[in-house]
């Protein structure tokens, strides 16, 4: 069967923990949990000394150093992993141009077109992991490549660490087919409970199923899992989604109820995503809010700005209003903010008439504070309304959040 689409995924192993073991050779070797060591917080990343141990991604910290008392724990260093991040997908990019950034450490690229230039698709997946390795000076990735994006995911996480899978179209189906349903895209607890429900284990029980069955059983995601179950995943790659959103969340060692407690939070990832934007050189075209509770529910709210914006007075005013359409009668455990729908800083705007003089206000008044606080310290100076809202909620005012 001919490739009719070449679909690469790659995925970095182990990323911020192999970073830090890049950087510091002492830390090679070892269990390494990469988060704050506090009660409330969790795992970002466990190396893969650790993962034996049953440590993971998310796990609370207390939880995982119970499972791996020996772990050493590092502090995530995200303006670290960023820079090498622009040099994988730089790599990525030198493949082909449409390559769509999933985070900092995956993404897809289309490789349809380029067999003559590049060569095979196995030949494209070794070249693609011998330069990242020698770009980033010794990091790994995993690759998978096949007939659509879905099935290359799959693939590339099938041979984790410094794994490679190549999954011809005309045999897709037939490796999905023994592969637990807990593998399909998009399906989460709730769903994998409905498809054991119906005696479907595998991949391949869905497959074989009555698509007819599985959507009265389950309307749209019987559909869905009938579809992936058949490899059938339309999907185009989305070049330059690496710009897609900026956030900023932060897990409460006190669970917070009601406005006046969430507030002095919300001024602090606001302020912390709009100093982001400026130094990535971008605005946001929409402000969104995210509570998760002491249930670890969670629940978003999301308004879009007119114009643009990188200012930090902005993205806290807006956050503070879509704080009116959340239920704060309830404890909340995670506070987050985040800007959406980015864009060049210089594109054009319209609609700026009567408040262009403003928003060139609020840009020099925040570029000011950020220069002083590049050359000082992020303590070196705030804002007095920042003081009043810090003191007034009783945030501490010396110091300022970790970028």
Not at 65 to 82: D, F, G, H, L
Request: glycine residues 8%; proline residues 7%.
């Amino acid at each position: 069967m001919a490739w009719l689409r070449t679909i690469l995924h790659a995925d970095m192993d182990a990323f911020y923990a192999s970073v830090e073991q890049l950087d510091n050779p002492q830390l090679r070797g070892k269990p390494l949990l990469i988060g704050v060591d506090h009660p409330r917080s969790v795992v970002s990343t466990a190396s893969y000394e650790a993962r034996p141990f049953g440590v993971g991604s998310a796990m609370p910290m207390v939880e995982a150093k119970r499972r791996c008392p020996q772990a050493i724990i590092v502090p995530p260093r995200m303006q670290r992993y960023a820079e090498v991040s622009e040099q994988i997908m730089t790599v990525f990019a030198q493949f082909s141009p449409r390559v769509e950034p999933l985070s900092l450490d995956e993404a897809f690229v289309d490789l349809t077109g380029t067999e003559r230039l590049l060569g095979s698709p196995d030949t494209v997946a070794r070249n693609v992991k011998r330069a990242v390795k020698q770009a980033t000076g010794g990091l790994n990735v995993s690759v998978g490549v096949s007939g659509c994006k879905y099935v290359a995911k799959v693939a590339s996480d099938y041979r984790k660490p410094d794994g490679m899978l190549i999954v011809p179209p005309e045999e897709m189906v037939v490796f999905l087919a023994p592969l637990p349903i807990s593998r399909l895209w998009g399906v989460g607890k709730r769903g994998e409970e409905q498809l054991r429900n119906l005696d479907l284990r595998t991949i391949g029980d869905v497959a074989n199923a009555d698509p007819r069955w599985l959507t009265q059983r389950l309307g749209s995601l019987g559909a869905h899992v009938y579809a992936l179950a058949h490899a059938d995943d339309p999907r185009a790659v989305v070049p330059d989604r690496e710009a897609q959103s900026i956030s900023s969340e932060e897990t409460l060692d006190v669970d917070a109820v009601g406005r006046d407690e969430i507030l002095p939070y919300l001024l602090r990832s606001a302020d912390r995503v709009a100093r982001r934007l400026r130094r990535a050189g971008l605005r946001a075209g929409g402000v969104r809010v995210k509570l998760k509770n002491h249930k670890f529910q969670s629940f978003t709210r999301q308004v879009v700005l007119r114009p643009p914006s990188q200012a930090s007075a902005v993205f806290y005013d807006e956050a503070c209003k879509l704080l009116a359409h959340f239920d704060l009668n309830q404890r909340f455990r995670l506070i987050g903010v985040g800007g959406y729908d980015l864009q060049p800083e210089d594109a054009p705007v319209q609609g700026l008439l009567f408040g262009e003089p403003e928003r060139k206000k609020n840009d020099k008044l925040d570029r000011a504070l950020d220069s002083l606080r590049e050359r000082f310290g992020k303590a070196a100076v705030q804002r007095g309304s920042d003081v009043g809202a810090r003191e007034r909620f009783g945030l501490p005012t010396g110091k300022m959040p970790e970028e």
